[in-house]
């Protein structure tokens, strides 16, 4: 990756001079249409060794453009609120929407390189990271994002020029510390596990761009140029790439026996049980949210099932239990004008719960694969590759620690003629039923094909779903909560108490 | 995966025979429509437990289809020729033109899940050999392939009862030996490790699909019902399925500085000299090529350069010291009506080396980087993939112990000028000049660009570029020997030799 880049590049200053007024008229022009066009994001990451001028080309860049129209984030140590999340959400909530441009200061490339690097991880820990990062940017590639990822290169020499030339000039000499030369001392474990990384993650929809860093008019006008050249050809494409649909078809059902039309909807509880019974699961989960260890943990879930299936009174009984400050309940609806101007998964990614905390998705990220599948609000592509995009955002939480649970409440068809019926009848539930419901009813088949689908390919052990008959609405709250219940005690090592 | 296939699934004789010959015509018409359009492979992967039925039902697909259009391999054990090439040589060499369809039994997913599930593998090695699977399945699907993978399932219940059916019966008893009672042992290692593996590599272009084994007639209508969705709604697309361009774009270079135009071309060796160059060399090659050690490699010789550039000359070379059983030159050229109906490497693993030979390709693979590219044979999308998928394709020989070294061969316009007419004064040379070659000549900048790019891209350590200058013939073929000489040397272990 770095055999141009290893070559002197120099740009003479009357070059810059003349080619710079020009590049940096067209970029703002470019940024002016991106504005306008509102169709695709630009996130520009930066990475690469110390003292190569990443700093000074951004410098450059909010020179350029309209400065107030890009977002800069530097990845430093995560804050504490970030600690507290999945390690990408630091990432999702600096994305750039549509029509903007993001500079990422050292991204989800940086640990990586790093830990490989100092020995801290194996060779198969590293590839493995590789391929969560291909899958992740294929993922933002697919979304529309224009990802363009520039690595700022020296070679030995130079930096070790570069760092004294700095420390010999009394105004820069503060940028050169001990830090700085350990830096340099680790050159030769550093750079060709940099060069590796560049080479596995660079793909056809987000290669790596290299640029050498000794030269500050190369370096700039280089950096400039390849920006350029990237948003004037998106923006020239003027339609949205739509993706091709080259995705296998997936069958109609061959008999009628499936996940969720099997399980026993006769069940009843009577009311004295019921009471008796959601006393008794409130106490316990009230108790677990006050636990010492439960501060270390979080609890995401996710209540999934058709319209009148009873998901807002089932979250009921869960926060009836807990206290109004360790939780959160998110009512999933149409998207607002900004998470649409954004990759599909951010606006839940947005809502991830900080330690000691619930969060209640009433509706969720399976919109995808269900509402909008059936509805075809998205094209058969991206509900296709929704299922794998799904199975990673939720792995993410799982390996941060989160416990995931996903309820889906199935009621029969008559049950839900006859909830609609009574919502009609009663003045304070008639805002509840809407033509919407009595539409998406008529598509019923539709969506339970749909649901076992996800079932079927979303269930994991770690992030399973529970699939609770919820024709019988004392049964169905009883039974989320205890299988809630279990769930956190079971992580507490608190089984047997 | 399996929370739809665990159900009781049964489809009943009256059911069976009325949809079947439905079911038969359909899939039969999907085939001849396939062979007459040309456009698309398919290829059918089958996995899945033993017992499950995989056998009856691809010989069901076979009395369905015209079998004789149908391509059937079961990868067991691998051969001798399979040993000696690298893992994935087995499988491009089955793969289904376009038209026709295939069926593989057992094929990349096999090893990594009976490694894992045996403990063979660690879990980051399992993440690993998925990542490579997902990659190698996404470029089946980019050249335009449809896979379809499915995965046949039976609880451990159903095994059982499925193996006792079996011995009970004399005429079908041979089918149980003890090797299936022990997969039936290993049940709760095998589904467990095999469920994470479907998932993980279960992408929007190649999703698993899973068909319940137990009951005869609805394993069959599912698997063939999936195949022929599938099938037509690709065949109803009509035209091929051409990628989006959501690459970003090259910039032009900034300056004229580049990794082959600063190479000395003025070195030149005499006459003499080269002789006695040519001779030390040729005949340290022709030892190492009949040592041992040698015996258990193979090497991969890969010359691009410039039309004249001294391609040929220089491998003659290098055949000039060896057996003419122990190598194989390939010219490349524009391939072939059966290379241009399968994905774009196919031509290229088909001359995968076996152990203690040389393979030396005059052009090769890197077209797609450079003629396709500058002339626009191929989409943007396709060249800007192909340099990760041929960082894959040489990482594969590597992996296998091949010696893999690229030689570009560098030489001035002007130089080229003077062996173009050379070569039309001298008769037995008048046909190596075309007016393509005069063509190819006026976008000499474009070509150079192209190749900068590619080494950049593409030099790895384990399958560096070399760049000759070649602007002297002599220097450039004893150098290429002596670099080639040296490399063998290293990798048997004989540098102080």
């Not at 677990?288 to 999934?304: A, C, G, N, Q, Y």
Request: aromatic fraction near 12%; include cysteine; proline fraction near 5%.
């Amino acid at each position: 990756m770095f055999d141009s880049a290893n070559l002197d590049h120099v740009v003479d200053k009357a070059t810059w001079k003349k080619e710079e007024p020009v590049l940096r008229e067209a970029l703002l022009k470019a940024q002016l249409d991106l504005a306008a066009q509102k169709r695709f994001p630009v996130l520009v990451l930066v990475g690469g060794v110390e003292g190569a001028g990443k700093g000074e080309a951004v410098n450059k860049l909010l020179e350029w453009f309209d400065p107030r129209a890009v977002h800069v984030h530097a990845f430093g140590e995560p804050t504490d609120e970030e600690r507290e999340r999945p390690a990408m959400w630091r990432f999702w909530r600096g994305l750039p929407p549509r029509g903007r441009v993001g500079v990422f200061f050292g991204a989800w490339h940086t640990q990586p390189i790093v830990n490989r690097a100092l020995g801290r991880t194996t060779e198969d820990g590293f590839e493995n990271a590789i391929g969560d990062i291909v899958r992740f940017e294929r993922m933002l590639a697919d979304e529309g994002v224009l990802l363009l990822k520039f690595w700022f290169h020296l070679t030995r020499k130079q930096q070790k020029r570069r760092f004294k030339d700095l420390s010999s000039d009394p105004r820069t000499a503060w940028r050169v510390t001990d830090l700085e030369w350990k830096y340099h001392r680790s050159y030769d474990d550093f750079v060709p596990t940099a060069e590796q990384f560049l080479q596995r993650t660079s793909t056809g929809d987000a290669p790596w761009f290299v640029i050498p860093g000794a030269d500050e008019h190369y370096r700039n006008l280089l950096f400039g140029k390849t920006l350029l050249a990237s948003m004037q050809e998106r923006l020239a494409q003027g339609a949205p790439p739509v993706p091709v649909d080259r995705t296998p078809a997936f069958p109609e059902p061959v008999d009628a026996v499936n996940v969720i039309n099997t399980i026993d909807l006769k069940k009843k509880l009577s009311k004295a049980k019921f009471e008796k019974e959601l006393e008794h699961w409130q106490g316990r989960l009230a108790l677990l949210s006050r636990h010492k260890r439960f501060k270390k943990t979080s609890v995401v879930l996710v209540f999934e099932g058709a319209d009148a299936a009873g998901k807002g009174g089932a979250i009921r009984r869960i926060t009836g239990a807990l206290d109004a400050r360790v939780y959160q309940g998110i009512p999933v609806a149409a998207p607002t004008e900004e998470e649409r101007a954004q990759p599909y998964l951010w606006r839940f990614w947005r809502h991830m719960p900080g330690r000691g905390r619930f969060v209640m998705f009433d509706r969720s990220w399976y919109g995808r694969l269900l509402v909008e599948r059936v509805e075809g609000f998205c094209s058969e592509s991206d509900w296709m590759r929704g299922y794998s995009e799904i199975v990673d955002f939720e792995q993410q939480m799982v390996d941060h620690g989160y416990i995931i649970l996903k309820f889906w409440l199935q009621i029969s068809q008559k049950e839900q003629l006859r909830r609609f019926k009574e919502r009609e009848r009663t003045a304070w539930k008639r805002f509840k039923i809407t033509p919407e419901d009595w539409r998406n009813r008529e598509k019923w088949d539709a969506y339970q094909g749909a649901v076992c689908d996800m079932i079927d390919r979303t269930s994991t052990d770690a992030a399973p779903w529970k699939v609770i008959a919820a024709e019988d609405k004392n049964l169905a709250r009883v039974t989320i909560l205890k299988t809630l219940v279990e769930a956190i005690e079971a992580r507490l090592d608190l089984s047997k108490g």
